[in-house]
């Protein structure tokens, strides 16, 4: 188990979806953000918060990031956060997804430190 594992940006295309640097706007604010984030250091920073033990793999430190972002800077609960993330582009962008995704990539049910 261990650190989350972090997307990377592949370069590789999937034949029935468009990648996102493709299909939005790259100067759109929440782009912009996304990329004057310096991510590898939030992950040298806060990645070593994760500890071994049983259960599902830690989410990575961009989406965890990403999503506390977007909490603030909206003022959204959690609910309001995690409908608006599965249907806004550059809500998903800004937390690292290379490609749009109709779902939750994690379970909004379960919150840091509060088991099911």
């Known amino acids: 188990m261990g650190k989350p594992s972090e997307r990377r940006q592949t370069g590789e295309q999937d034949l029935f979806r468009s990648r996102l640097d493709q299909i939005i706007n790259m100067k759109h604010e929440l782009v912009r953000l996304a990329q004057a984030i310096d991510w590898s250091v939030l992950e040298a920073r806060f990645g070593t918060v994760y500890s071994d033990g049983a259960g599902m793999p830690p989410l990575p ?18 609910e309001a956060l ?11 962008y800004l937390c690292g997804e ?4 109709h779902d939750l990539s994690f379970d909004r049910r379960k919150r840091v430190g509060h088991p099911t």
């Open 61 to 78: 430190t961009r989406l965890m990031a990403g999503l506390a972002i977007l909490k603030h800077t909206f003022s959204l609960s959690d």
């Open 82 to 92: 995690c409908e608006r993330w599965v249907e806004n582009p550059y809500f998903q």
């Open 98 to 101: 290379e490609f749009f995704r």
